[in-house]
């Protein structure tokens, strides 16, 4: 079968080639319908993610939030046109201890491994996962509610269970999710989120409450926090959360920064922190993402809010316009996939 792939060649440079491919073992080939751009798709795409990862992983097909129709399963478990989720992380072994998204043998999407950006995409049969009731535009980003609930699922492990007050640092994408699950979670939690952009903050209505970061009460404490950040400004909520946190409290790190950052260990060991780190996501999150949209319905609602833009692509002049137009927005863009 003759399957066509845009890829980013050079910042800003996105080629289309024809390649042939063969449907192996009980695969299965997925039509992309909604793609939705990431932070990480844009630090390629601009060139911001560094000389040596550029040449050392392109050329590449972006993006690794979508979904898409199914085209043809051998096997007939899944019928023709049935909606699902594409699942980017590829493991290619399996471990008893370490999750599928920490072994470094695992291939993802978008990242030295050509992303969803094709006619069709040829998935392992547990690499997708099928869906109903959920509106396509926000399914198209369940990946990142994956990542959420991964990282929500690591920190109810890892952490004690005085959850009185819970922090999410981060107005944007990630942390507007993160917050989302831990209310309903946790309902009994004092959910509260800290962010610069007061118009950002306005999105949090179902939190308890919200503070700008230069606006936070002195005496004002909190048993766990999420650092849903990244870049350079994490280490500035870093350190804002080891003075706001009590002692041997969890702060679930979720913020990608490209380079190092400094913490400060002194008080990390005074208060006897647990600091969680999370990357990625594995089936199992990806399962219960679904489960938990499908369930709750009204939470369908709150998540429209982080679309910014639905845009039709039908070339590759359309995909370097919404890719352009997305630097410009304030939440997700949507792409309506069809070249």
């Known amino acids: 079968m003759i399957n066509k792939v845009y890829r980013l060649v050079a910042p800003r440079q996105i080629v289309a080639s024809f390649e042939e491919r063969t449907l192996h073992g009980n695969g299965i080939i997925v039509r992309p319908t909604k793609l939705s751009i990431c932070a990480a798709d844009q630090r390629y795409y601009t060139g911001t993610r560094g000389k040596d990862a550029l040449k050392k992983k392109l050329p590449m097909a972006l993006i690794h939030e979508g979904v898409g129709k199914v085209v043809y399963d051998p096997k007939g478990e899944f019928n023709h046109g049935d909606k699902v989720v594409m699942i980017p992380n590829t493991p290619i072994q399996k471990d008893e201890i370490i999750s599928e998204n920490y072994l470094s043998t695992s291939k993802f999407r978008s990242s030295g491994y050509d992303g969803f950006m094709q006619d069709y995409i040829f998935m392992a049969r547990d690499r997708i996962v099928k869906y109903n009731s959920i509106d396509d535009n ?120 490209e380079n190092p950052i400094e913490i400060e260990t002194r008080m990390v060991l005074e208060k006897g922190l647990n600091i969680i780190g999370s990357s990625r996501s594995s089936r199992f999150d990806f399962v219960e993402a679904v489960r938990f949209l499908e369930e709750y319905k009204d939470y369908q609602n709150q998540l429209q809010k982080l679309i910014y833009e639905v845009i039709r692509v039908k070339n590759i002049k359309d995909i370097c316009k919404a890719f352009e137009q997305d630097l410009t927005t304030t939440f997700k863009t949507v792409i309506e996939w069809n070249v």
């Open 138 to 257: 926000i399914a198209s980003f369940i990946e990142l509610l994956s990542v959420a609930i991964h990282s929500i699922n690591r920190f109810e492990l890892k952490s004690h269970e005085r959850r009185d007050t819970i922090g999410v640092w981060g107005d944007g994408n990630v942390g507007f999710i993160t917050s989302l699950i831990l209310k309903k979670r946790y309902p009994k939690s004092n959910v509260i989120v800290f962010g610069k952009n007061e118009e950002k903050l306005s999105f949090f209505s179902f939190v308890d409450e919200t503070y700008q970061i230069d606006e936070i009460p002195s005496k004002l404490s909190v048993d766990h926090a999420f650092e849903a950040v990244g870049g350079k400004s994490s280490e500035f909520a870093i350190k804002q959360i080891i003075k706001h946190i009590n002692p041997e409290g969890s702060i679930s790190i979720l913020g990608v920064s």
